[in-house]
């Protein structure tokens, strides 16, 4: 009787294990780091800011909304006459879900020198014209709200040797396949960076 219980508690432990170790793997998701300063305006999620209007007190930011972060928290956080709040640079770490970054990790203050860069394309002398001279450009500009719709941030867009080049908060394989479907030739670049 001994050997059977023994047999069956093993068992048990077998298919927990693997069940465990399924749920572990199905739920992986690519966690993705940015480094910048934060703004919320009343109304609005805080946001990591790709872009800052320059009025003074601020009226907000462009870039990319942030899930589960309690912006009055951070102990640089300032609040204006307005009822923005901005804080200083933190290097956030998060999954990107539907639209927006959800934390994962406590922001960490972080210097100047570290903050990220937007992603660039190594633009050439002939890229001055703007992204309406590109029918894809014009089609892109008309569909910037079905874009969002798809869970998709944009930054910003222009001509960057001679085709379409958008910035988006996260460049993974959903976003530059639909981008690509749409408005080819593209180059698409994104500002989160993924974790190795």
Known sequence: MPARVVATTLAVAVLLTAAC????AGNTQTLYTVTTGLMQKPGDVP???????????PIGCGGVPIS???LHSLPDAQTYRNGVVSAGN??????????????TQPPVPASPTSVTPLPSC?????????PDALPQ??????????????????????????VLFVEVAVADKDTVDYLTSRYAPVKVGGWLQPLV
Request: proline letters at 4%; one cysteine or more.
């Open 21 to 24: 170790g399924q749920a572990r």
């Open 47 to 57: 946001r990591a800011c790709s872009f800052v209007p320059l009025p003074l007190p």
């Open 68 to 70: 589960g972060l309690d």
């Open 90 to 103: 933190h290097r956030l770490v998060g999954t990107w879900e539907a639209g927006a970054l959800h934390l």
């Open 122 to 130: 190594g633009q050439t002398a002939g890229d001055t014209e703007g």
């Open 137 to 162: 450009g014009r089609k892109l500009m008309d569909e910037e709200q079905m874009i969002l719709q798809h869970g998709i941030v944009m930054l910003g867009f222009g001509v960057c040797q001679g």
